[in-house]
Nanobody, 121 residues
Framework: VQLQASGGGLVQAGGSLRLSCAAS????????VGWFRQAPGKEREFVAA????????NYADSVKGRFTISRDNAKNTVYLQSNSLKPEDTAVYYC???????????????WGQGTLVTVSS
């Protein structure tokens, strides 16, 4: 499974961005696609995840109400709509995929390259 993340950029606080994660290869071997982020000097953290089949979602508390994850199965693409962005959302955002449950934050075994989101104050 190959994952290609895109859509990052520079945005002012309060602005919005939509990140995309295009999956290819044996996507049928995965159940869940998640977004993670890593800010400079910090550990990677979970942001949101969604199941391919029923669209079940899971969000980190820090983004609930501001970010929305969705998927387009026909395009094998998962989106992360990020609204009301804050400077603390600045990070490299990665998408990842796994077989398993959307509520589990672990066992992601396919990773894409990151896309940088910078939120200026």
């Amino acid at each position: 499974v190959q994952l290609q993340a895109s859509g990052g950029g520079l945005v002012q606080a309060g602005g919005s961005l939509r990140l995309s994660c295009a999956a290819s290869g044996r996507t049928a071997s995965t159940d869940v696609v998640g977004w993670f982020r890593q800010a400079p000097g910090k550990e990677r953290e979970f942001v949101a995840a969604i199941t391919w089949s029923l669209g079940r979602t899971n969000y980190a508390d820090s983004v609930k109400g501001r970010f929305t994850i969705s998927r387009d199965n026909a395009k094998n693409t998962v989106y992360l709509q990020s609204n009301s962005l804050k400077p603390e959302d600045t990070a490299v955002y990665y998408c990842a995929a796994k077989k398993g449950m959307v509520t589990s934050l672990s066992n992601y075994n396919y990773w894409g390259q990151g896309t940088l989101v910078t939120v200026s104050s």
